[in-house]
């Protein structure tokens, strides 16, 4: 019997309302919680992921270092750390530097709509990455991203562009 995995449903404040199954989620585009974990390395670049081409959304695409959905009873650092590790074959500490709102919508008739917890870490290390989930890896300086999704934004994910945005701004005004 194959467990399908369950996102847990929220309001705007981010309170629990519910669970569903996650697939049933983006279908329905439900309000829903999950994360994003930014690696940056001591030159500030962010350690950017290429999705497995075998990923049912967005396949080949560029994005942060992980994200996903907590699960029932987990904190937003823990799940962050578990997929960090899952994805990426490492763990760092991570830290929470703020949540929105969001929703994109898919070619494929799915919706993200989360209530996205954004988390930082730091490290050097080289990741050994699951190629059941990612296909590629690379650094990339907070500019040269900027500047890459300017020129080629079909080349990542519809929720990358969101955050990075909001990510990008929260980083500038950190700068003393």
Not at 84 to 104: C, H, N, P, R, T
Not at 111 to 134: A, C, F, K
């Amino acid at each position: 019997m194959i467990i399908q995995e369950q996102v847990i449903l929220v309001n705007e404040n981010d309170e629990p309302i519910g669970s569903m199954e996650k697939i049933e989620a983006h279908e329905k585009a439900l309000l829903h919680r999950a994360f994003s974990v930014f690696i940056l390395n001591d030159k500030n670049e962010v350690m950017l992921q290429q999705r497995a081409a075998s990923k049912y959304h967005s396949p080949l695409l560029w994005t942060n270092t992980c994200c996903s959905h907590q699960r029932a009873g987990e904190t937003n650092i823990a799940a962050g750390k578990r997929r960090l590790l899952e994805e990426m074959g490492f763990q760092v500490d991570l830290k929470e530097l703020f949540s929105f709102i969001y929703k994109a919508p898919f070619d494929n008739g799915l919706t993200e709509h989360e209530l996205d917890h954004v988390m930082i870490g730091y490290s050097n290390q080289d990741p050994n990455i699951n190629r059941e989930e990612v296909e590629a890896w690379k650094w990339m300086s907070l500019e040269a991203i900027k500047q890459d999704m300017k020129d080629h934004p079909e080349s990542y994910t519809a929720w990358f562009k969101i955050i990075f945005e909001k990510f990008y701004h929260f980083i500038e005004a950190q700068k003393i």
